[in-house]
């Protein structure tokens, strides 16, 4: 089985791709989550977990979900993390949790708005291309049991991972600059798509309830470009994954 959690569909997209090419069944974390449910894997089945890499850290829904997961230790287990550019220490503290076998970090397009910009189309397309291909390694590599460990950490790490990971948890993560302009039609995608029903309409807009996720779907997604983040979304470009970058 293959859990993956995804905002703007880059995770989702490796995980599907991943259960294609190694003949396995991709489930999302969210809508596991979100069901009040529990993930039970056979034993002796390998385990696969694809997510995209927040603060250089595994998101927090990920790292509570494979606390829960009941697995067989023995079991070959396996993971992928997406990332802009580098993973700092995500899997080894992902690892700590659930002890993985193998693991991967691939380079995909950047969604993290609040920061830095969408890249330029034609890396968007270069980074979509590239990880097809490696994704074909990779999963040669899950078919025939490889013990491989392969993730770009990037410079300074451990202290990315150490210190930023968790200051982003406790100081960051607020949802309160969200807000949506007068372009909002109450269309309800933002409500719809929040992986962590975080969003509510009220009077045909949407409202945020205080448990974000900070995966930035609402943002990215939204067909009008209505809804911002403070400042710090302004004028940026908006991401969401699609195969249309393969062509
Ligand atoms: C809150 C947040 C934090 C992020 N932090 C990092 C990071 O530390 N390093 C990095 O390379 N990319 C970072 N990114 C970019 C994403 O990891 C990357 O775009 C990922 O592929 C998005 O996956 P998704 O489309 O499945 O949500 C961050 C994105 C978000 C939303
Ligand atoms: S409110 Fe927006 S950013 Fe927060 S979890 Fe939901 S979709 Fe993601």
């Known amino acids: 089985m293959i ?23 991709a489930v999302s974390i969210a809508d596991i989550v979100r069901s ?12 696969g977990l694809v997510f995209p890499v927040y603060a250089w850290l595994p998101p927090e829904i990920v790292s509570s979900f494979v606390s829960e997961l009941s697995a067989d230790k023995d079991a070959y287990r396996w993971a992928v993390c997406t990332c802009g550019d580098d993973a700092g220490r995500a899997m080894e503290k992902l690892s700590k949790k659930f002890s993985l076998t193998s693991a991967w970090s691939l380079r995909m397009p ?20 590239g990880a097809k291909q490696r994704l074909k390694q990779i999963a040669q590599d899950i078919l025939e049991r490889k013990k491989v460990w392969d993730i770009q950490s990037g410079r300074l790490a451990g202290l990315k991972s150490a210190l930023i990971g968790p200051a982003f948890n406790k100081f960051a993560r607020d949802d309160k600059p969200f807000y949506s302009e007068l372009s909002c039609t109450g269309y309800g995608l933002c409500e719809s798509l929040c992986p962590a029903d975080n969003i509510r309409l009220e009077g045909g807009r949407p409202i945020w ?6 995966c930035l779907a609402c943002i ?24 249309k970058y393969l062509d």
């Open 220 to 243: 990215h997604r939204c067909p009008e470009r209505a809804i911002e983040y403070g400042k710090e979304t302004k004028g940026k470009g908006r991401y969401y994954f699609s195969e």
């Open 36 to 47: 009040g449910g529990h993930a039970e894997v056979p034993e002796g089945q390998p385990v």
């Open 3 to 25: 859990y993956y959690f995804s905002g703007t569909g880059n995770s989702k997209w490796v995980a599907e791709e991943l259960a294609r090419l190694t003949c396995d069944t």
């Open 209 to 214: 309830l205080g448990h974000c996720l900070q």
């Open 110 to 129: 950047n969604n993290y708005i609040r920061s830095f910009d969408t890249d330029p189309e034609d890396t968007v397309r270069e980074k979509i291309r």
